[in-house]
């Protein structure tokens, strides 16, 4: 993508030393300028109305005005800047994170200590904040392929759904993907007859929160998938942060193995290890969801649920936050289905409805 010109970028934070280090580090792309900079809440919207800047990373903990209540504000005056919220590494900081989600924040980044980065800060802040920017302002970046390898495609059988007969659920999904979930499973709340697993890529103790909503929402068991763990019928499994997951065993025993191996697609967790693993014990019996996210995880995955006569569904470019992951499958045309969260939801629940599954009373 060609810019005429530069994304105006407010970057608000308490901390001096953290706006002047992140200041540096967007300085190292030629598609941002930092317009400005706000200690709090309170300051960020008066420069908000003055500067009038395309996005704002906003730290969630601030003296004065906190970021929640700050974006709160952006969203009730409909200002049109993207929020991109900056989070503590906890428990509580995972929770609000996925508040601010909710209200309509667009992604999130675990803030890093910078007292505890013994390299130059700035350095770091860049590895984890360019890539995201480029990618929501679809950029073109070496860490995040833009094209795709096109496979041998697979025939797709789109109009003919009553053969399929699912025995276990995968899902991907990266930047938007908390909010399309939520969406997804707020109406995929009647039980199934066979185990969800997702990989989401967050990191650790955010996982685990994500994991607590979707069962509350969903009215089903939901956890953090555990190694050695065997999957049971209406229980959500969410990849732990920092973990890849693979499935091992038969389809009426299946184990979960989680492991900590090098980096796939840039991302741990991959979801093309789930998909893949999945299609080995499930064969055509996978149905795998594709959701908003960057890169292109989820590709290689979809291709073996594909080569396996599984079932794909993808969410739809104008529902997504970022049509990367999606957008590769797309491009394969290795897909069954593409819609919103909620239709796709709905195609879910058509599925059970076909094998007789009732509604929760």
């Known amino acids: 993508m060609s810019l005429s010109k530069k994304i105006k970028i407010l970057i608000v934070d308490d901390s001096v030393l953290f706006r002047i280090q992140l200041q540096k580090a967007l300085g190292m792309s030629e598609h941002f300028e930092v317009v400005g900079s706000a200690k709090n809440g309170v300051v960020a919207l008066e420069k908000i109305v003055e500067l009038d800047p395309d996005i704002c990373i906003i730290d969630i903990e601030m003296p004065v005005m906190d970021g929640i209540t700050t974006l709160k504000h952006i969203c009730e005056k409909k200002y049109k800047t993207k929020v991109i919220m900056f989070s503590s590494h906890s428990m509580d900081g995972a929770e609000k994170t996925l508040d601010a989600m909710a209200l309509g924040a667009i992604d999130f980044v675990a803030k890093p200590s910078l007292n505890s980065i ?10 984890v904040i360019l890539p ?30 009553k053969h399929i007969n699912p025995e276990i659920l995968v899902i991907a999904s990266s930047t938007g993907g908390p909010n399309a979930l939520l969406e997804l499973f707020s109406e995929l709340t009647m039980d199934v007859p066979y ?3 997702i990989a989401q890529h967050m990191p650790p103790l955010f996982t685990a929160s994500l994991a607590e909503r979707l069962g509350r929402v969903s009215n089903k068991t939901s956890m953090e998938a555990a190694h050695g763990e065997k999957l049971q019928p209406n229980k959500i499994y969410v990849v732990p942060g920092d973990y890849h997951l693979t499935l091992s065993g038969t389809k009426s025993d299946c184990a979960i193995h989680l492991n900590q191996g090098p980096h796939r697609n840039f991302v741990r967790p991959c979801a093309d290890y789930l998909f893949e693993t999945a299609a080995e014990i499930f064969k055509k019996d996978v149905l795998s969801i594709v959701l908003t996210g960057m890169g292109r995880d989820g590709c290689d995955g979809a291709h073996a649920v594909k080569e396996n006569n599984g079932t794909v569904l993808i969410q739809d470019e104008a529902s997504c936050a970022v049509f990367g992951m999606p957008g590769a499958v797309y491009k394969t045309g290795e897909y069954d289905f593409i819609d919103n969260p909620k239709a796709i939801a709905r195609k879910v629940i058509d599925l059970l409805h076909r094998k007789g599954v009732n509604d929760v009373a």
């Open 132 to 161: 995201k920017l480029e990618s929501l302002f679809k950029i073109n970046s070496k860490a995040l392929p833009q094209t795709v390898e096109i496979k041998s495609k697979v025939t797709t059988k789109t109009n003919d759904w």
């Open 118 to 127: 013994s390299n130059d800060p700035s350095e770091v802040l860049k590895e």
């Open 195 to 197: 185990p969800i697993v």
